[in-house]
């Protein structure tokens, strides 16, 4: 069972792990390319359990790492701080924001599976990809809750996702295995399973006004039977033409 998790990354998503893990009784460590001097509103909201950090830093405290980055700043990860540590990778590619990688473009490897090889000593464990961060927090709930959900998980190492599914059981959500590094396409933008399913029904909004209401709406419930059946019915799209949530 993890005491100290750390987070590299301490933005939307970051943060809402970061506060289900207070919440749950675990330390966390924080940490951004900024600077632990950034952080000190967020440490200071999360109380005594939470300190700010480097990566580095964090890395090396933590016994599971969040990397809660985006895609393209996967180079600055500390890769030897991160040697044997299970790293929980939050990030999506969409190209318009994150420009072209031939090796996503052409289906050749999972984002996941880029970080991966980039941090060939730690264990690398897709996860918090598939959910917005407001209903991150709003669809927690304790164990055996009869409206709890489920998010999938995705991996090469099975002793790494079971200690990101104790995670989620401690944060208030099942984990749902969806194989390895190389499926983890199946919770990525443009699937079934990927953001839709928690926010349910929704009007017609940009982009803008759609992240604004994201704040507001509770999301909906989805239990781990659905996340099964959407992850199998899920295929592949073009990892090159993803795009942001329509709004439309």
Do not use: C
């Amino acid at each position: 069972m993890p005491h100290t998790l750390g987070l590299i990354g301490s933005g939307m998503i970051g943060s809402s792990v970061a506060r289900l893990a207070v919440s749950a009784g675990l330390e966390v460590v924080l940490s951004n390319s900024r600077g632990p001097e950034t952080l000190a509103d967020l440490v200071a909201e999360l109380g005594g359990r939470a300190r700010a950090a480097t990566p580095a830093e964090a890395a090396r405290a933590a016994d599971l790492v969040v990397a809660a980055i985006p895609l393209t700043a996967f180079a600055q990860l500390p890769a030897d701080a991160l040697s044997g540590k299970t790293v929980l990778d939050t990030a999506n590619y969409y190209p318009e924001r994150d420009g072209h990688l031939t090796e996503l473009d052409t289906g050749t490897l999972t984002s996941s599976a880029l970080l991966q090889r980039h941090l060939p000593e730690a264990l690398v464990v897709k996860v918090f990809n598939n959910i917005t961060p407001h209903q991150l927090l709003s669809l927690a709930r304790p164990a055996n809750a009869p409206d709890r959900s489920a998010l999938p998980i995705a991996g090469d190492h099975a002793e790494a996702k079971s200690e990101a599914t104790r995670l989620l059981d401690m944060l208030g959500y099942d984990a749902v295995d969806i194989g390895p590094l190389a499926t983890s396409w199946r919770s990525e933008p443009n699937t079934p399973v990927y953001i839709e399913p928690y926010l349910g029904a929704r009007p017609a909004m940009n982009l803008d006004e759609f992240f604004r209401w994201t704040l507001q709406t509770p999301g909906v419930p989805v239990p781990a039977a659905r996340i099964s059946e959407l992850i199998e019915n899920a295929d592949r799209q073009k990892p090159g033409e993803a795009r942001f949530p329509s709004a439309d």
